[in-house]
T-cell receptor, first 112, second 113 residues
Framework: GENVEQHPSTLSVQEGDSAVIKCTYS??????FPWYKQELGKGPQLIID?????GEKKDQRIAVTLNKTAKHFSLHITETQPEDSAVYFC???????????FGKGTTLSVSS | GAVVSQHPSWVICKSGTSVKIECRSL??????MFWYRQFPKQSLMLMAT?????????EQGVEKDKFLINHASLTLSTLTVTSAHPEDSSFYIC?????????FGSGTRLTVV
């Protein structure tokens, strides 16, 4: 089955800096790669996603890149703000309707 | 947008009792629902997959007789933790798929005392 590795486990940046979180996956059939933000005691919130027919996607300060050959994808947050502090999870699924498999998460801390 | 309502948001129960958690898709039909468990400072671990009207498929290591899943309609799935023990204390999260992709509930914090 699918296995998703995520790095780093913790990331501390200064406000205004950029943050990058990287994930690798094992199943070459995976074709959907979402990123979630989870605040304490809440369910995960989708922040951006990408499908395998696209190499990059951007939404304001957030971007995701995908390299299918290397089987890795990354989350980029620019101009970080204290409210970006949270746990971020990457995930992957191999086909529509199958479960998302999550990485172990990255705790992002943005200090002002 | 798609909304999944999960209740209760938190529950405390005594060891040996059963607890039911509900997930409802409010504005779409959920063809498939997934149940995850999340221990503190850990990731979401898939417990089971359920399709409306079918028996749930459980992940390896998850006891199907302990975690009863019912998906009787396209808008409702329930997870019942039977004979709960302190080690079952965790954050349980449901996710539904339909026309809007994956939508997550807000989670249920279960504490067994």
């Amino acid at each position: 089955g699918e296995n998703v590795e995520q790095h780093p486990s913790t990331l501390s940046v200064q406000e205004g800096d950029s943050a990058v979180i990287k994930c690798t996956y094992s199943d070459s059939a995976s074709n959907y790669f979402p990123w979630y933000k989870q605040e304490l005691g809440k369910g995960p919130q989708l922040i951006i996603d990408i499908r395998s027919n696209v190499g990059e996607k951007k939404d304001q300060r957030i971007a995701v890149t995908l390299n299918k050959t290397a089987k890795h994808f990354s989350l980029h947050i620019t101009e970080t703000q204290p409210e970006d502090s949270a746990v971020y999870f990457c995930a992957a699924s191999s086909q529509a309707g199958t479960a998302l498999i999550f990485g172990k998460g990255t705790t992002l801390s943005v200090s002002s | 947008g798609a909304v999944v309502s999960q209740h209760p948001s938190w529950v405390i129960c005594k060891s040996g009792t059963s607890v039911k958690i509900e997930c409802r898709s409010l504005d779409f039909q959920a063809t498939t629902m997934f149940w995850y468990r999340q221990f503190p400072k850990q990731s979401l671990m898939l417990m089971a997959t359920s399709n409306e009207g079918s028996k749930a498929t459980y992940e390896q290591g998850v006891e199907k007789d302990k975690f009863l899943i019912n998906h009787a309609s396209l808008t409702l799935s329930t997870l019942t933790v039977t004979s709960a023990h302190p080690e079952d204390s965790s954050f349980y999260i449901c996710s539904a798929t339909g026309a809007y992709g994956y939508t997550f509930g807000s989670g249920t914090r279960l504490t067994v005392v």
